[in-house]
């Protein structure tokens, strides 16, 4: 009995972005890599800035919570 799993339809969509990852990076898996990080580390700082624009716009009554 192996003990990997069988791919689901799922895991193939991420070995595509995986190979995809790589191929863009000319192959090197470190400068990949260091693409995936510097990328997230945006798409982390870009959230931060729109939580805190919402949390402002919160507080100053932009937006209300209805119950309803």
Do not use: W
């Not at 470190?30 to 805190?52: D, G």
């Amino acid at each position: 009995m192996s003990s990997v799993s069988k791919p689901n339809e799922q895991d193939d969509g991420l070995d595509a972005a995986v190979e995809q990852a790589i191929a863009v990076c000319g192959g090197d898996l470190r400068a990949a890599i260091r693409a995936l990080i510097v990328a997230n580390n945006f798409l982390e700082s870009e959230l931060a800035e729109l939580k805190k624009a919402v949390s402002h716009a919160y507080t100053r009554g932009r937006f209300r919570t209805y119950a309803g």
